[in-house]
C-alpha cells in the first residue's frame, strides 16, 4: 500500500525558511520521480517542483526558483522541500505525489498534505 505522510508545515513570518518532508513507503522510492505541489485557497492545485529518480535532477515553477530546493534521500525514503525567503503568497496546503507503475497501470498518488502559512 503506497503512502505519503508530509511533516513541516507551519506559520513563518515572511522571509523565514521551513523545510518540509514527505516519507513514502509501499513502493520502491528510488525508482520514481517526485513532485511537491501546493494549494492555495481558491486555486487550482499546482506545481511546485520536480525531482528525477535516477539523478536527482531537479526542476521548479518560475515562482520558486532560488528560493526553494528539492531533495530526496533514498535510503531514508524521503522527500524534501527546503523553503527559503517565504512570501505570502507561499500560503498553501503543500502535497507531495508520485505516479507509481503496477502492472502496466499508472496510478497517481498524494499525500493528505501540510499548510504552510507565511504571515507578520
Known amino acids: 500500500q503506497v503512502q505519503l505522510v508530509e511533516s513541516g508545515g507551519g506559520l513563518v513570518q515572511p522571509g523565514g525558511s521551513l523545510r518540509l518532508s514527505c516519507a513514502a513507503s509501499?513502493?520502491?522510492?528510488?525508482?520514481?520521480?517526485t513532485r511537491w505541489y501546493r494549494q492555495a485557497p481558491g486555486k487550482e492545485r499546482e506545481l511546485v517542483a520536480g525531482?528525477?529518480?535516477?539523478?536527482?535532477?531537479?526542476n521548479y515553477a518560475d515562482a520558486v526558483k532560488g528560493r526553494f530546493t528539492i531533495s530526496r534521500d533514498n535510503n531514508k525514503n524521503t522527500l524534501y522541500l527546503q523553503m527559503n525567503s517565504l512570501k505570502p503568497e507561499d500560503t498553501a496546503v503543500y502535497y507531495c505525489?508520485?505516479?507509481?507503475?503496477?502492472?502496466?497501470?499508472?496510478?497517481?498518488?498524494w499525500g493528505q498534505g501540510t499548510q504552510v502559512t507565511v504571515s507578520s
Open positions: 509501499g513502493f520502491t522510492f528510488s525508482r520514481y520521480a
Open positions: 505525489n508520485v505516479n507509481v507503475n503496477r502492472g502496466g497501470y499508472v496510478f497517481d498518488y
Open positions: 525531482i528525477t529518480s535516477v539523478t536527482s535532477s531537479p
